[in-house]
């Protein structure tokens, strides 16, 4: 499809387990963002990729929380260790370049995390 | 650091009624501003936008103004449909040279009834 795909769409967890979400991008994409949807924080802003690497981690909650990008396409988010508080619904979403705030920003599905 | 303000929802309407959701801003130089729609049970979806001071974003009978004299983006809509409900996010972005990340703010609920 021409959008922006997540998989898994629902993981299950125990606490204590490692997780692994994974985003596709829209084809030509060259910036990749994460973001975090909960009932308590709202959406909040996690990561940000420009081309392969990561210049903005400042929304990482903590350093459980990982992502890398390679190829500059497909991007993975990697939670260790993790806790209850974690349980969210993890959003990807990609532009066409960074360095403008006016480009949109394309959201997929969505991965819905619980941890158990 | 940037925030931004949403009115408290949920919003219930009857269907036709004329529809205001506030939101104020608040950045450091000039953002862009941005509404994004939220159907049940899909993603987000950019509904709108404005990248500069007295542009009007429009889009499915929506508008709403960049007014920097009042760090506002209001969202309208002059008649509602039931298929206008969903949550409404109102959010900027502000480059500063090595991101354009979104701040949201924390969503309106809209229902429109019959």
């Known amino acids: 499809g021409a959008g922006v795909s997540q998989s898994p769409s629902n993981k299950v967890t125990e606490k204590g387990k490692d997780v692994e979400l994974r985003c596709d991008p829209i084809s030509g994409h060259t910036a990749l963002y994460w973001y975090r949807q909960s009932l308590g924080q709202g959406l909040e802003f996690l990561i940000y990729?420009?081309?392969?690497?990561?210049?903005?981690k400042s929304g990482l909650p903590s350093d459980r929380f990982s992502a890398e990008r390679t190829g500059g396409s497909v991007s993975t988010l990697t939670i260790q260790r993790t806790q209850q508080e974690d349980s969210a619904v993890y959003l990807c979403?990609?532009?066409?370049?960074?360095?403008?705030?006016?480009?949109?920003?394309?959201f997929g599905p969505g991965t819905r995390l619980t941890v158990t | 650091g940037d925030s931004v303000t949403q009115m408290e929802g949920p919003v219930t309407l009857s269907e036709e009624a004329f529809l205001t959701i506030n939101c104020t801003y608040t950045a450091t130089g000039y953002p862009s501003l941005f509404w994004y729609v939220q159907y049940p049970g899909e993603g987000l979806q950019l509904l709108l936008k404005?990248?500069?001071?007295?542009d009007k974003g429009s889009n499915k009978g929506f508008e709403a103004t960049y007014r920097k004299e009042t760090t506002s983006f209001h969202l309208e809509k002059g008649s509602v449909q039931v298929s206008d409900s969903a949550v409404y996010f109102c959010?900027?972005?502000?480059?500063?040279?090595?991101?354009?990340?979104?701040?949201f703010g924390t969503g309106t609920r809209l229902q429109v009834t019959l």
């Open positions: 990729f420009q081309g392969n690497s990561a210049p903005d």
């Open positions: 404005a990248t500069k001071a007295d």
């Open positions: 979403a990609s532009s066409l370049d960074w360095a403008s705030g006016a480009n949109e920003q394309y």
């Open positions: 959010a900027l972005s502000r480059p500063t040279g090595t991101a354009s990340k979104l701040t």
